[in-house]
């Protein structure tokens, strides 16, 4: 059965769902990434865009501007950051946080591009169905025309081949039977101190709460840490799906990760 639209009900937030990409040098995509937004069946008065750029020296500037220019229906707020980064203390995804006015909260890289119009509805489901559901995502997938290594990161659930063992979407990829699946919608899971399984990242929607819990925004995988020591749930959502078009060669893919030091 098709998900119906979530109404706005709060009078606590001016808005449902805060969407903040945190972004460098972001041109190959960034169009792309927005253009899946908007075409959302989810009314465009219910969220915000907030698109924090550190400092792009490719044409990343001007094609938001005349996004901006072109949507002026939809509440969409561009910002420096002076930092660069996207991840970590004080980066660009904290600094949308703390200027962001929605419930919740709605983490989108510049290479995540949303498959289907439904997918907000579907991902904001378990959040409305669940008060313990603390935190909402996203699968991947491939298109039939990427080439082997864009196939290999959608089909695992994640990019790098050596986390697929602490990767939440990869483990529910490869082993559905081992979660609990509730209404056939979403499968649940609490993170254990002892051994978490990470997620949090290439579309994943937070309560804001979540962020009053454990603190800043800093990268998926010490959210998730801070997720399991106070006990908060993730729901992986069923049929929701991410194409992550990150960089097409393992080079590329390594090039990343070193700007992150790992």
Not at 107 to 132: A, G, Q, R, V, Y
Not at 224 to 249: C, D, P, R, Y
Request: glycine share 6%; charged share 25%.
């Amino acid at each position: 059965p098709e998900t119906k639209n979530i109404s706005m009900k709060t009078k606590k937030y001016s808005k449902k769902v805060s969407i903040i990409l945190a972004i460098y040098n972001a041109d190959r995509t960034i169009q792309e990434c927005l253009d899946a937004v908007i075409v959302q069946d989810f009314p465009k008065k219910y969220y915000e865009i907030i698109i924090v750029d550190g400092g792009s020296n490719d044409k990343t500037i001007p094609i938001i501007k005349e996004f901006i220019k072109k949507n002026k229906d939809i509440e969409i707020k561009l910002m420096h950051n002076p930092y660069k980064l996207s991840e970590g203390v004080g980066m660009g995804k904290d600094q949308g946080v703390a200027v962001s006015k929605g419930e919740f909260i709605l983490f989108l890289d510049h290479d995540n591009i949303i498959f289907e119009k439904d997918w907000m509805n579907k991902m904001l489901f378990p959040l409305k169905d669940n008060k313990e559901v603390m935190a909402s995502q996203s699968f991947l997938n491939f298109r039939e025309n990427d080439p082997n290594f864009l196939k290999y990161v959608n089909a695992a659930g994640v990019e790098d081949a050596f986390a697929i063992p602490y990767s939440l979407v990869a483990q529910i990829t490869i082993h559905p039977e081992r979660f609990r699946l509730i209404k056939d919608k979403y499968y649940l899971y609490t993170p254990k101190v002892e051994h978490v399984l990470y997620g949090g990242a290439n579309g994943c929607i937070f309560r804001r709460e979540v962020f009053h819990k454990i603190g800043s925004y800093t990268r998926d995988v010490n959210v998730s840490a801070s997720m399991a020591e106070h006990n908060l749930s993730f729901a992986v959502v069923k049929g929701a799906f991410i194409h992550h078009k990150t960089g097409s060669s393992f080079l590329t893919f390594l090039k990343k990760k070193a700007t992150y030091f790992y």
